[in-house]
């Protein structure tokens, strides 16, 4: 076939479209991910974060605050997420004067049948995201970069490290 | 003061912490924000998708609804972000081969004494996650990129395109 | 095109796959739907429930109180739902001593751009679903049936009668 | 007591009301549930789903993963259900030429110390409330119907089979 | 009749059990609602709190937050009340050395047809829970207290003043 | 340093704010918690509750579920909360006429690697608050009072009773 979309589509069809992946056979094992991202803004954005002149109050402890909440929502937000509990949620917003802006470093870690990439790129998307709102009255252009997963261990299949 | 970091935190403890903006005397008007971003990822990943070739089944639609469905938790995830009702919320995804990847643009609209930036951001920050995770299996070193807000219309303070 | 289940993806995809509905050019009305639907079950489990002898307690009233709640939730759980401020919701369980099981009606009222049929709807469906866990001890073959609206008013596009 | 309204609600004071099931002495064991249940309609409408040409585009695809992350949040809309990880949920929509309508299917499989009956009825509900809310602009007079535990297995209580 | 928890009962049951109040009738107003409560702890752990000695980070921030992000989820909390916008919601979080301990004070403001008392008391009360989780380590006796509505204006029901 | 308010803000900033405990490293065990609390009333409402003259109906069943609900919702509103299984939530409201009002008490039990103090405690605070909700048409000057933990026993760090 030489259509792309139609072969992608029928192809979808024959399967079932999105279906969540079974983990039932598999052992809970201690698994951890790191996931990483940025904010870049205007020097004087960043000057006014820093100097802590918002207008909205602690930008980086609210930012902080709500990446980890959000991490406990992720099997909400992300459809095909499997429910898990987690042991350990770590954000971190590190200021960088030559973005200028913040790095965004989540790590989650769990007990479970499954890895917790998601629940780290979600902390760090939705930090991101706080840390935005929390600015915005200073600066609309400010931009979310390169969130990405940073390493991922202790699943059976295997370890990856970016 | 010549610590940056102590007057900073100084300032915010005189303010008090992190407050929610005060929009009782706002009057409703029509507002709309669109936001957008991309995600990065190998010619073959890009392929794959494209094709329809990926283990969970339908990418580029389960991303979209669990954008449009992450909107309207945006008061939720964002501490300081106000409960909304929205009357739109639409979330595409174009493939890009250049990228290789996919652009993503949310559009959202309310009725209210505050902006929707947040929720149209939300969107297109859970769209592109999902991206990740429909597809993650395939590849991990995806990235999510550029997410800004390219118009904000319908406030008092003026409109704001990028 | 001959094959249909092709046309129907196809045309899905030159659309964009789902979408919601534009209501922000409309105006707010007083809207209300009225949903209904019905628990079949045995006549043991019927005067089980009807004398209270039941091991989670009272069946009723959880089962009202969860199909209220329920109501609320609907934007979070229907993806194209808009989230709206409800003004009224009531959920009522009549005993059917024919069918043998309860009638299930609810009425949900908003001022809004949109009907609110989906929230009369998923309290009854909720309201039914938990009456099954409340009794489900007592008999799994419970049966939820005939869940339907039955009438939906004051909205632009005309009444709507069963 | 002659009155059984009254001996029924004495009752339910004397144990005090709804109580949730304590699982702690049990063992966690893998579990699997099936649920069913069906959405009638018009030949018209079953027609219109079929090829695609619905206002708010992908129905099916749009209900299945509905009904998936329903399944997710049983233990928050049915009152004393348990909150469980879980390992799979599987919801299928099949198109039904005689009813006409669709069959749906939810599947859901934890390992734990309670069942997952719920969280298998809970999803097909929401996706046939799914589908009847995006194709509710055809026909609102469709219907949902006959939603049932298919199957149990995997409990001490031992295994069911409707 | 001479048995009050049977009249009580009786009495429930005849007219249904809880209700939502129906608010459809009501013109949206300006309202806003104030609460307070308190937390009282050891002299060791009110010095702790104070020079930030407390292994969980930052508490009277991390307290505010969380009183602020509840506040919008009284109506998935609290059954019958009405998911309403909310255009502020402050807390805060007075050190008061006498208690010892910290006075918490929440005002919201809406308009709409109904009050927020529930959401301003909702925001004290998870404010002083998660005060507790933040300090619990050091003590597990802390107390909360007084938890109160001190006033509730712009209803038609007139205004109120603790 | 002299100055308490600055080497506690310093403090924070050294660390990194709000953290949520690590307990990957940590068994999981069967662990209890029971917290309890009070609500003051006058005894005109008192008397109404009891004899059940509650415009909004069933105050203590339905207080007594939204303390069910509340605790599994523990996680969302205390940002650091370990997100749990529960295997049993108890809430019980028990008239004291000396009060006059009403003993709110809450058990749950998890086998988990941390405790389930502050599920019981929210489950308290929400019973305590919805009863508010439920009588405050009858009186606005309810008081929610000495919410506290009286024992946890089942973790590492001891067994403790107040």
Avoid: W
Avoid at 3 to 9: C, D, I, V, W
Avoid at 39 to 67: E, Y
Avoid at 86 to 115: C, F, H, S
């Amino acid at each position: 076939m030489s259509n792309p979309s139609q072969s992608n589509l029928s192809h979808i069809n024959s399967q079932g479209e999105a279906q969540m992946v079974d983990v039932s056979q598999k052992t809970p094992t201690h698994r951890q991910a790191i996931a990483a991202g940025q904010i870049r803004m205007s020097q004087a954005t960043f000057a006014a974060i820093q100097v802590g002149n918002t207008p909205k109050g602690d930008v980086l402890g609210t930012a902080k605050l709500a990446g980890i909440m959000a991490a406990k929502q992720t099997a909400n937000l992300i459809p095909l997420c499997h429910p898990l509990p987690l042991q350990k949620i770590e954000v971190n917003l590190i200021p960088d004067e030559n973005l200028p802006g913040y790095q965004i470093r989540a790590t989650v870690i769990t007990k479970a049948e499954t890895g917790v990439e998601m629940e780290a790129l979600t902390a760090v998307s939705v930090a991101a995201l706080t840390l935005y709102d929390m600015a915005k009255a200073l600066e609309k252009s400010m931009q979310i970069e390169n969130i990405r997963l940073l390493s991922k261990t202790g699943g059976k299949s295997g370890d990856y490290f970016a």
